[in-house]
């Protein structure tokens, strides 16, 4: 006996409803893969560490608070604005190394990963350089495109609470170093100013003394002058000043007064040594000292001034000193935008659909290999 095998039929031909009936007939198989896709895909989900983005934003101090700055901003010595204190604030901020102790504070990286300490000194910097810092741009959102009215702190991570803990310890410690360094610079000022006031004095009591050796020196030069003047007019025999105008007749018969310089001798020796005496009686010179009363008026006026008593007193009924709490800036950790990147509901849906498509592919390539195996059948 021999076998021949019965001649076949190619249909290329898809029957739409034989093709759903098949995956129909399938769909616990198809069920099956879907869920063991899903159970592998959910557990890569929530097994994989989340990440998040969190935004911060960093706003200046309300208009309520900074008016407590007003009394002694209203002196002029010291002026501490809301764009003073934010623009301090995000400076600290910008060193990095508050973040950098917190990271480290926080264990917000995890020190076993590291073989060396070097290299997770070299993780926390590169983690804290990575920290963005984003200033304000299109404030008013007049323009198009991406508007952020305040500064803002923007960062990527798995630990959520660690995070937050570190932005509060920051916030802590770059408001300490703004109060610390506000009180340095005012002290700095105050010293300055002060300094300024001294040299200012020591000006001016200069000033005094070199118009008073002036004077002395002008005032022996006068009596020595005068004494010369008088032991002329002595030689002379000219006691009284006769030669302070001459008359003369002119040919035309008018009579005319002519003033001319006169030797100061002709003046008199009576005159002239009265002067000399009444000179070397005074007991109080500085009624006849050139400019003396203004540099007096000077000197008085700077040793009276209170200014930086008053900015002293005034300033330290600032928050910067005074028990009210002491605000850099507005930012509340605790209103931090969190967003997930882990996109674990998305793994799923992609984990459900990919098992979906596995298993009708495996239906109905089943389907197929049970139909071509039907038949080719023996031919007895």
């Known amino acids: 006996m021999s076998e021949e095998l019965k001649p076949t039929y190619q249909d290329d031909e898809i029957d739409l409803v034989e093709l759903l009936q098949t995956i129909w007939d399938g769909k616990w198989l198809i069920a099956t893969f879907a869920a063991i896709a899903v159970l592998f895909g ?34 002029g010595f010291f002026t501490v604005s809301r764009e003073l204190l934010l623009n301090s604030f995000v400076e600290f901020l910008d060193e990095r190394s508050l973040f950098e102790a917190a990271i480290r504070k926080y264990e917000l990286i995890d020190r076993s990963k590291f073989e060396t300490e070097q290299d997770y000194d070299n993780a926390i910097v590169e983690l804290a350089a990575s920290i963005e810092l984003l200033p304000p741009i299109n404030e008013d ?30 916030t802590q410690a770059a408001t300490l170093n703004v109060q610390e360094n506000l009180i340095s610079r005012f002290d700095t000022a105050l010293l300055v100013a002060q300094q300024s006031k001294g040299f200012k004095l020591e000006d001016l009591q200069l000033a005094i003394q070199n118009a008073n050796s002036d004077y002395t020196r002008k005032t022996s030069d006068r009596l020595a002058f005068l004494r010369e003047q008088a032991a002329i007019a002595r030689k002379l025999g000219v006691a009284k000043n006769t030669l302070e105008a001459q008359t003369f007749m002119a040919n035309t018969g008018v009579v005319a007064n002519v003033k001319s310089d006169t030797p100061f001798y002709l003046r008199g020796y009576e005159a002239i040594e009265k002067e000399i005496e009444l000179i070397e009686s005074r007991d109080d010179i500085r009624a006849f000292v050139d400019g003396l009363v203004k540099l007096e008026q000077d000197k008085r006026a700077l040793e009276q001034d209170r200014t930086l008593d008053r900015a002293k007193v005034l300033f330290e009924s600032t928050p910067i ?54 038949k080719v059948t023996p031919l007895v």
């Open 42 to 75: 959910g557990a890569f989900a929530f097994l994989k560490p989340s990440t998040f983005e969190a935004t911060t934003d960093i706003r200046p101090v309300t208009t309520i608070h900074a008016q407590l700055y007003s009394p002694s901003n209203a002196l």
């Open 141 to 170: 959102g007049a323009d198009k495109g991406e508007s952020r009215r305040y500064w803002s702190i923007k960062f990527e991570g798995s630990e959520a609470k660690k995070w937050l803990a570190v932005l509060s310890e920051v």
């Open 321 to 374: 000193k005074s028990s009210e709490p002491f605000m850099a800036a507005e930012f509340d950790v605790y209103a931090t935008d969190i967003e997930s990147k882990s996109k674990r509901s998305l793994i799923v849906a992609l984990s459900l659909v990919l098992g979906v498509m596995v298993g009708v592919m495996f239906v109905l390539i089943r389907s197929a290999v049970r139909n071509r195996k039907a």
